[in-house]
């Protein structure tokens, strides 16, 4: 074993060594796992090797350092090649690197931020440069620092739609600092992939989206460090350089070949003797400039707009207005938006603070992965489209998660209330979605004064949150001193005699508290809560109305799988006995109405409800 410390001024030797002890390291990985993907590593093995000698800025002690340059592996199965990199610069030893895959190793089968200096979950492909963009975004317009940010791509996720919105938001927006660094070994999963080593027909459609091309042989170091050179000085372009490699490169046995991708080699030793034996080569990265991070400062004064009891006010007019009061208070806060602002409400957030509100147009991948971006540099995003087109985007949102991303996202013009639009236009399967993410907080405001509390609540919050808004305009029926606590809910109507709990959030409250007032003339109280806080939810509130009245009804402008409905049944998976309970949702499909005539189609207005509240009050008499 050769071992032997080496500067940025390495010779072409040296890199070369330095890219097969990276190839190396990725065959021994795998092979200690028995799983992984060492061909894929050994493709891109000295693109990294040049990367991390000669041109990556980066401080292994301290990945908070504002100067580090930002790297981002978006061919997260080729992780082997990364945790070498690692080990290399010495941030993680040979005993880790062997631990790949391995339960309880940091080096998962694809990165995760359980290793520090890995800022975003990859794996998914086509997300890596969709969240560069976002880190790009994040230096140039907010945090005003010049660090490069790197992205690591294969030429099969090329095929991903993800890729061509952030290739067009990264050239529209002149993202000199980010360089696209794209892995051409031909070869994907189950053969070859659809350009093959065609670099032409890649460097056209970077092009048009206004970015300069660089094609080079991937396998010469001397043409790799030019090519990161010429991208660090090109100025007003986003940079891709596309890396014509062989994947399996420097075993004979796998070089070039189908059939290898995600196995380890056949007989490790023997390529590892192939590819020149096991070293040592131990770089010094270059670190970053010192810098001046602005330090975002609070002044500690949230002034939330107010609304009087009675006033018909819109769900999505009260998140606009009480982001923006947010933005005032904390200058951590951004807005992004999908050309939908003036809907969303983002709009009055863009006027009020337009240094930190972004515009992605209807790209909603590329929205959600631009905030998961900016998240990773510490700041706090507010994301916003219609709820239906989020779902677009749920691959994005599930990843967040794995990163441990603090992203809040806002789903506007939610469920059949929204009107004639018709159902391409509405959000009915967004809770569900939320709901399933991990670690997720879901919330379901009724009126502007809570929706402007749980817009603050969701600012400190951990993890992916969402907020649900409605079109048209609602009664206010809370005043603005109440608080509305992540995990809460509001009993707006109760008794003694209380015969069932009507169990509603958002548009369905005032129907249930129609329907409550209509079944009181007949001799029925019933109880209402407001379950604005759908995930978690209010178990212990529940359980309560469960015991005293004895019959559940829920209600909601959402498909029935998933909603309110099982967010309610969620309190009762402690082995205790569930309650008599009936649901009412959205199981038709619906057209184009107007919002009562929809909500009376879909079964879930105050008629609907009453009538349901009937006879389950009935068979609750009968049994």
Request: with cysteine.
């Amino acid at each position: 074993m050769t071992t032997l410390g080496l500067t940025h001024d390495m010779t072409v030797q040296e890199l070369s060594d330095l890219g097969q002890q990276l190839r190396v390291d990725s065959v021994r990985a795998a092979d200690a796992a028995g799983s992984g993907h060492p061909t894929s590593s050994m493709s891109a093995a000295d693109l990294m090797a040049v990367l991390l000698a000669r041109h990556l800025h980066y401080d292994f002690d301290r990945p908070e350092h504002p100067g580090n340059d930002r790297f981002i592996l978006s061919k997260g199965h080729a992780s082997p090649l990364l945790y070498a990199a690692y080990k290399a610069a010495g941030a993680i030893s040979d005993p880790e690197l062997l631990t790949f895959r391995k339960a309880g190793s940091r080096l998962e089968g694809h990165p995760t931020p359980r290793l520090p200096w890995v800022e975003v979950a990859t794996g998914s492909l086509g997300q890596g440069l969709p969240v560069a963009v976002g880190e790009a975004l994040a230096g140039k317009r907010l945090d005003h620092v010049d660090y490069r940010v790197w992205a690591l791509c294969g030429d099969s996720e090329l095929a991903e739609g993800s890729i061509w919105e952030a290739a067009e938001a990264a050239g529209y927006e002149h993202l000199d600092h980010l360089t696209l660094i794209v892995d051409v070994n031909r070869l994907g999963q189950r053969g070859p992939t659809r350009h093959g080593h065609d670099l032409d027909a890649h460097a056209r459609r970077f092009a048009a989206f206004g970015w300069h091309t660089i094609e080079i042989d991937g396998h010469d170091v001397d043409a790799i460090d030019l090519a990161f050179a010429e991208a660090a000085s090109t100025a007003g372009q986003p940079t891709a350089i596309l890396a014509r490699t062989l994947k399996g490169k420097g075993v004979a046995a796998v070089e070039n070949r189908e059939g290898w991708h995600g196995k380890p080699l056949a007989d490790a030793a023997e390529a590892i003797d192939e590819l020149g034996g096991i070293r040592d080569l131990r770089v010094s990265v270059q670190p970053p400039p010192a810098v001046r991070a602005l330090h975002v400062v609070r002044d500690g004064h949230l002034e939330l707009p107010a609304y009087e009891r009675g006033a018909k006010v819109a769900t999505r007019d009260a998140y606009g207005e009480a982001l923006t009061a947010l933005g005032t208070a904390r200058g951590d806060v951004v807005a992004l938006d999908g050309e939908v602002g003036d809907s969303t409400r983002t709009e009055f957030f863009a006027k009020a603070h337009p240094e930190r509100y972004f515009e992605f147009y209807i790209a909603e991948q590329q929205l959600v992965a631009a905030a998961v971006g900016m998240a990773a540099r510490g700041w706090k995003p507010y994301a916003a489209t219609f709820a239906a087109f989020l779902t677009r985007a749920h691959d994005f949102i599930r990843m967040a998660a794995v990163s441990g991303s603090d992203v809040n996202l806002v789903g506007s013009h939610a469920g059949v209330a929204i009107g004639q639009d018709g159902p391409s236009q509405m959000g009915l399967e967004d809770l569900a979605m939320f709901r399933a993410v991990q670690g997720s907080t879901v919330l379901y405001p009724c009126d502007a004064n809570q929706t402007a509390h749980l817009v603050a609540e969701l600012a400190d919050r951990p993890g992916i949150g969402y907020l649900r808004t409605s079109r048209g305009p609602t009664s206010v029926i809370y005043g603005p001193e109440e608080t509305f606590p992540v995990g809460g809910s509001k009993v707006l109507r109760s008794s003694d005699e209380d015969r069932l709990t009507i169990v509603a959030a958002g548009a369905t409250v005032p129907e249930a508290l129609c329907a409550a007032e209509m079944l009181a003339g007949e001799g029925i109280a019933a109880r209402v809560i407001d379950l604005y806080s759908v995930k978690p939810v209010d178990r212990s509130t529940l359980r309560t109305a469960a015991e005293r009245t004895g019959c559940l009804l829920t209600v909601e402008d959402h498909h029935e799988e998933g909603g309110i409905g099982d967010a309610v049944l969620d309190a009762f998976t402690d082995g205790r006995p569930v309650p008599r309970l009936a649901r009412l949702a959205v199981t038709a499909l619906p057209g184009s109405a107007s919002p009562n005539e929809q909500l009376a189609a879909a079964g879930i207005d105050a008629e609907a409800i009453a009538a349901s509240a009937r006879l389950l009050v009935e068979h609750a008499v009968v049994a």
